[in-house]
Structures are given as structure tokens and as C-alpha cells.
């Protein structure tokens, strides 16, 4: 399923330009600027197996760090720093990668 397919292709174009320089990623920032904060739960799930690239059932720090392209084809992969500052945001349990009731939380923040 696209991203375009939950989210608005427009809002989506506008978060991905905002955070276009590497190291000024905000997740609470770019949730609110796709929208996604105010999806409903099977939205979220819907994002978060789309970013599960793997389908382990977790978002882990390589899929991370590219996230951004997941919402679309022209976003850039996330810095070292960022990836590592967006997995420390979602990771409470500490098993270092994020499971699907992390992300839904992390989103809501």
C-alpha cells in the first residue's frame, strides 16, 4: 500500500521538503505534518507494515533510517544521529528496534 493511498500526496511532498538538510528530522513534526497524528489506528497500523520493509513485525534501525522514502520515492535517508534519535524516541521497551504499540505512541506524542 502507498503512503499517498492513507496520507495526502500534498502534505506528504511539504514534510519531505521541510526536512530535505541532513540533521533537522523531527518526528513529532513531520507526524503532524503528513497527518498522520490525527489517523485512526488501522491507519497507523496500515503506515507502520509499510515501513516494516522486512515484515519482521518491527521497524528496526536500518529501516529507519530510511523512512523518509518511505513515505516517498524522493526523500533522503536519515543521518546516523537521526536515525539513532528517532529510535531512542520510539524504542521504551529497549529492545532496539520498534514494535507497532512504540510507533502508534510515538506518533500520538
Do not use: P
Request: without cysteine; proline residues 0%; aromatic residues 10%.
Amino acid at each position: 500500500m502507498a503512503m499517498k493511498d492513507i496520507l495526502k500526496a500534498d502534505d506528504i511532498k511539504k514534510a519531505i521538503d521541510a526536512f530535505k538538510a541532513a540533521d533537522t528530522f523531527d518526528h513529532k513534526k513531520f507526524f503532524e505534518m503528513v497527518g498522520l497524528k490525527t489517523k485512526s489506528a488501522d491507519d497507523l497500523k496500515k503506515v507502520f507494515l509499510a515501513l516494516d520493509v522486512d515484515n519482521s513485525g518491527f521497524i528496526e534501525e536500518e529501516e529507519l533510517k530510511f523512512v523518509l522514502k518511505g513515505f516517498a520515492t524522493g526523500g533522503r535517508d536519515l543521518t546516523d544521529k537521526e536515525t539513532k534519535a528517532f529510535l531512542h524516541a520510539a524504542d521504551k521497551d529497549g529492545d532496539g528496534k520498534i514494535g507497532m504499540e512504540e510507533f502508534a505512541a510515538l506518533v500520538r506524542e
